[in-house]
């Protein structure tokens, strides 16, 4: 696997090496060793995925609090997405920036994202379906969410929303947040 550090500190476009021959490829999507020898020490306890009809589709910017807070490996299976972090860790030298990667299940690069995040994207194309490696489980009681249309983030979304659920609608602003103490 090959590690692509990207600001702010701690996020990595990770690319997946493929073992390739007359019937395909072979590649490691996570690897514990790897990861550690990247600096990163993370177990991954529930993988979720999500499908999106429409091209368009917006879904986010979903973090949980500690004690879930949680580091997420995100990749795209099929289609392409513009994915969105924001960096709301206390205390961060880059809290509020927003940092946009586009995956797409042609390169199959994943996104690891460490705790204080948060997290969304935009589907590019129809059908997407998305995988997603969560380090703790999902916590109702401590999920939060930053609203994806802050202008204070200026994230340059490339489509106009088609579908959003009620949900993402009500997010905070980042000036409304309390930022995550880690
Ligand atoms: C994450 C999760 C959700 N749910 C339930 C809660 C809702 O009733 C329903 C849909 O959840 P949500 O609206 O959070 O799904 P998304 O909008 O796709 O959010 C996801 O995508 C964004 C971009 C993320 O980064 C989050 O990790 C993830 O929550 O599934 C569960 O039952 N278990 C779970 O682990």
């Known amino acids: 696997m090959i590690f692509h550090a990207l600001p ?11 073992h ?13 060793q ?3 020898n990247a600096g990163i020490d993370v177990t ?4 979720n995925s999500a499908f999106n009809r ?23 299976v099929r289609g392409a997405i513009l994915d969105v972090v924001v960096d709301i860790r206390a205390g961060s030298a880059t809290f509020g920036q927003a940092t946009c990667v586009e995956l797409n299940g042609d390169n ?23 995988l997603y490696f969560h380090s703790a489980p999902y ?18 979304w490339l489509l106009p929303p088609t579908e959003v659920s009620v ?8 000036s409304e947040l309390e930022p995550i103490a880690l």
């Open 8 to 18: 702010p500190k701690g996020l990595f476009r990770v690319s997946i090496e493929k």
């Open 20 to 32: 390739g021959d007359a019937r395909g490829f072979f590649a490691r999507t996570f690897c514990t």
């Open 34 to 36: 790897e990861f550690a």
């Open 44 to 47: 991954w306890c529930q993988v």
């Open 54 to 76: 429409k091209k368009g589709t917006l879904r986010g910017l979903h973090f949980q609090r500690p004690p879930m807070a949680d580091a997420k490996l995100v990749r795209c």
């Open 108 to 130: 199959r690069d994943m996104l690891f994202i460490p705790a204080g995040f948060a997290h969304g994207y935009q589907t590019l194309t129809p059908d997407v379906e998305m």
């Open 139 to 156: 916590s109702k009681l401590d999920e939060g969410g930053l609203a994806w249309d802050d202008p204070a983030l200026d994230i340059p």
């Open 167 to 174: 949900r993402d609608t009500g997010h905070s602003r980042l």
